[in-house]
């Protein structure tokens, strides 16, 4: 059966100041897909998760989850719609606990979901060996992990990830990957940005390709992984 739609970016235009950082980007995510989201330096990857988040509102176009709009919907109700963001950069708290991290991305509910707590540390045994360790103290591996694993305490349905393999060793960057694909397999939705894109492609079900603001190649992954046009942009072949 085709998959129920989830995420819906109809026609994005955002801009900063006079920018215009995306001009017309259609993009849907499905229930229970990795799609991966491609593009080079300033193509807009992480101007359209941060739309998506309510960290920046369209001047035209809409964001629609579930069918209904939440295009200028602030950031901390968009995250009680179950979209959790793990940001370009990871942007853990240096000065607090790797637990405290965790329990700050739970902060939409009452009390920490222990349940969700066992969950990461068992997603990410590295951080439950360290989990009275300051963040600021930790690998980048280490804190990239840290950043995933607090967007997870939100509970998300859907989880966008901006550049989880950034800067990080190729053999660190294998264990992240292979933890997204058991994310995912868990029942949570990923949205994907990747400079890395041959790995990114091998992991999701589908991608789009983004230049210069605008959505240039899109299908499934196999074939985009064999597009000798994506092959030669992207996977610096050719
Ligand atoms: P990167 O991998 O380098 O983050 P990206 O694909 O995520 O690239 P964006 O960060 O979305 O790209 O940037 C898209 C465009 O918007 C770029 O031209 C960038 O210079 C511009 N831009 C991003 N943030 C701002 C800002 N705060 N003010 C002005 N222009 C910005």
Redesign the pocket.
Known sequence: PPRKKMLELDDLHVF??A?Q?LKGVHIEVNEGEIVALL?A???????TLRTISGLLTPREGEVRWRGERIDGVPAHHVVGLGIGHSP?GRRVFPAMTVTENLNMGAYRFKSVPKAELDRVFELFPRLAERREQLAGTLSGGEQQMLAIGRALMGQPKLLLLD?PSMGLAPLIVAQIFEIIREINEQGTTVLLVE?NAAQALRLAHRGYA?ETGSVVLSGPADRLLSDPKVREAYLGEG
């Open positions: 900063y100041g920018i950082a593009g330096n300033g193509a807009g990857k992480t101007t370009e550049e400079q983004l």
